[in-house]
């Protein structure tokens, strides 16, 4: 199998430091949170006598505690009880269910990491009853530690608790603290999601090579060797991708072809417009939990009315 190492973000934090006998509490421990505790777990940062993690499901939480060593527990206010760090991560639509189950559980210096899609830290805060939120929206990729995250923190946050924060989500791969917490919905949209659209587009590569006469495995090997080193130069060159693409394409060839058949098929509109409709429905999300109507148009980019 192929591996490819972790990339850690550009404030490289001690994590062993700054995680150094601290209790994580995991409410909701699916695939991604799952997909921290293991990185976690895989890079010395935290004992997994100091991990607690919940779930509804009792095979599920046999499974956690074979695998990982960990305490498991049905009762999501078990958990936290005596958490430094509560990693929140159910789903959307049950944390107004989970939060008043938590919320009497909560002591001050408890540091709650969310990474629910849609939850800003105000309905969280308001929710909980609790100041010290950070808000973070990871990608898939970190299951085997290659993905990026974007994190903003509440004011109230220290600088502690944002190194840890911090640690845990090196642990996934990089990680970009932000100031603006509407960035974390705007990563929602592009980076978060952004692995549902580079699928799809592997998908159509490999049928087309597949409709070409490749054997599908010659297929899938050839584009994704394309997708992982055509990623590689554009990071290591520094250059602007068009500039990439220039480089390729010469007058007549059969890139110029291509090109003009992506651009005849509106490519970077049908791309942009995803984009923008996964943004508006983070926006969505958000309204919804914080209990105010939406007003932003789903899948309409600046200026397309």
Known sequence: MRQYPARLGPHMA??????HKARLGIVGTGVMAEA????????????????????????????????????????????????????????????????????RDLSNGQLVVSIIAGATTRAIGEGLGHPDIVRAMPNTPSQIGCGVTVWYATESVSAAGKGRARAMLQALGREFEVHDERQVAMATALSGTGPTYIFMFIEALIDAGVHMGFPRHVARELVLDTLIGSGEFARQSGRHVAELRDMVTSSGGTSAEALYQMES????????????AAFGRTLELEARLEGRPSDEKRGRGPGRG
């Open 14 to 19: 001690d994590p062993l430091s700054a995680l």
């Open 265 to 276: 098929g509106r490519l970077r509109t049908v791309i942009s417009d995803s984009v923008w």
């Open 36 to 103: 921290m505790l293991a990185g976690l777990l895989r890079n010395n940062l935290i004992d997994p006598d100091h991990v607690v993690c919940s779930h509804p499901r009792s095979e599920r939480r046999k499974l956690l505690e074979e695998r990982h060593g960990v305490h498991a527990v049905s009762s999501n206010a078990d958990a936290i009880k005596k958490a430094d760090v509560i990693l929140l991560a159910v789903k959307p639509q049950v944390l107004l269910a989970v939060m008043p189950e938590l919320r």
